[in-house]
């Protein structure tokens, strides 16, 4: 069936360090990809997507790109912030019919430190 | 905009008690899904509605959960009787297009059962 697997956290990072979550998918057909963010206090929102091979999404810095090859859709960001601390979950979807619904992974808590 | 709004925000009750959790979803979104999303993990569908019509029910343990949308706006999800294991982050999220993945969250309903 369809899964996601990502890197266990937390992971604590100093401000302005480059940060990259794994996240690798097992899925048929040609899932979209998603990044979602958990802020504290706040409810998952969509950081960013990708719909089809080698497509990379971007936004607020952080870009992820749909590898095909290595099912893999990694999130990165050059120089992190303290308020991208945050729990990040990377999802997958099956467009089409009753399947038209997201399948999370376990998410991987950030913590930017000052 | 007003985004997705729940309630209750928590709840604590005692085991074999109801409770019931009510959203209401982004004005002109069609779609609207429950998730629960247990304590470190990934949240996992429910229900999917499309309109007034429950699309996707297979992971709805139907025993104790029911759901209902009347109207096609609000929705409300209903537990009876709760059980320990009940207890999580119950999340409803809705989305113009149901096949695109592009949900919209709320902050969730905490359920804590004693």
């Known amino acids: 069936g369809n899964s996601v697997t990502q890197m266990e956290g937390p992971v604590t990072l100093s401000e302005e360090a480059f940060l990259t979550i794994n996240c690798t998918y097992t899925a048929t057909g040609y899932p979209s990809l998603f990044w979602y963010v958990q802020y504290p206090g706040e409810g998952l929102q969509l950081l960013l997507k990708a719909t089809k091979a080698d497509d990379k999404g971007s936004n607020k810095g952080f870009e992820a790109t749909y590898r095909k090859e290595t099912t893999s859709f990694h999130l990165e960001k050059g120089s992190v912030q303290v308020s991208d601390s945050a729990v990040y979950f990377c999802a997958l979807n099956r467009p089409g019919g009753s399947q038209g619904n997201l399948i999370f992974g376990k998410g991987t808590k950030l913590s930017v430190k000052p | 905009e007003a985004g997705v709004v729940q309630s209750p925000r928590y709840k604590i009750i005692e085991k074999k008690q109801p409770v019931a959790f009510w959203c209401n979803p982004i004005?002109?979104?069609?779609?609207l899904y429950w998730y629960l999303q247990n304590l470190g993990q990934g949240p996992e569908l429910l229900i999917r509605?499309?309109?007034?019509?429950?699309?996707?029910d297979s992971q709805l343990p139907k025993d104790r959960f029911s759901a209902e949308r009347l109207k096609g706006v609000d929705s409300t999800l209903k537990i009876q009787p709760a059980e320990l294991g009940d207890s999580a982050v119950y999340l409803c999220?809705?989305?113009?297009?149901?096949?695109?993945?592009?949900?919209?969250f709320g902050e969730g309903s905490r359920l804590t059962v004693l």
């Open positions: 999220a809705s989305s113009l297009d149901g096949d695109t993945g592009e949900l919209f």
């Open positions: 509605y499309e309109n007034e019509e429950a699309v996707d």
């Open positions: 004005s002109g979104h069609n779609t």
